[in-house]
């Protein structure tokens, strides 16, 4: 009689324990299935989107006006054949910060690279390029952009159909977002406008 208990205690022992064993496994594996997910959502999120523009208008603030200096150099050399603009804020003197916008401004038919700090010209530099062919006119101007505009203000600026977007990995910009669009590539952080280039436009 004491025998036919213990070997159904063993019995009852060994089902405990594959039981358990199966328990451990499948744990085990909603672990692994959770991460590749995990891993997967994080891989989608940090994955380049392209994005189709629905219709909108936003009302732009703040627009910008070419200074002074600005309008005498489009006066002698016209619009640029490619443009940069960079947004920043710099510590003052005083102890404040002051809103800073650094462009450059080239033409590379002409051989001259035009700089800019809060509209006034700061230098004038040779370009040399071999064989720059014919290029076109660009579809965007300096003064479309103006400081921390959003990402709706640039896409009407702009008049933007389709971008690609790419996060920025937060090691280099933490909330930061790359946009690139037909002849125009633009960064924003916490959608506010830190830098946007126009590129030039080569006839085929």
């Known amino acids: ?31 692994i299935v959770g991460i590749y997910l995990y891993a997967g959502w994080l891989g989608y999120k940090e ?10 208008s936003p009302q732009l603030h703040d627009p910008y006006a070419l200074s002074p200096a600005q309008e005498e150099e489009l006066f002698s050399y016209g619009y640029p054949e490619a443009f940069t603009i960079l947004f920043y ?13 650094l462009e450059t401004w080239d033409y590379y038919t002409q051989g001259i690279g035009l700089t800019f700090i809060n509209g006034e010209l700061i230098a ?3 370009i040399e390029v071999d064989d ?3 290029l076109d006119p660009l579809p965007y101007y300096p003064e479309q952009f103006s400081a921390f505009m959003s990402l709706e203000e640039v896409i009407a600026a ?6 690609v977007e790419i996060p920025l990995d937060k ?11 037909n002849s125009l590539t633009f960064g924003l952080k916490d959608d506010e406008l830190l830098y946007i280039e126009a590129l030039a436009l080569t006839t085929e």
């Open 158 to 163: 702009a008049g933007i159909d389709t971008y």
């Open 47 to 56: 994955a380049p989107m392209i994005v189709e523009v629905q219709e909108s």
């Open 89 to 101: 804020e710099e510590e003052t003197t005083a102890g404040g910060v002051a809103p800073v916008r």
């Open 171 to 181: 090691e280099f910009l933490e909330g930061g977002i790359s946009y690139f669009a």
């Open 1 to 31: 009689m004491n025998q036919t208990n213990a070997t159904g205690t063993k019995k009852k022992r060994g089902w405990a324990f594959f039981g358990l064993g199966c328990g451990c496994l499948i744990f085990v594996i909603i672990i």
């Open 124 to 126: 004038e530099d040779p």
């Open 132 to 134: 720059i062919g014919t």
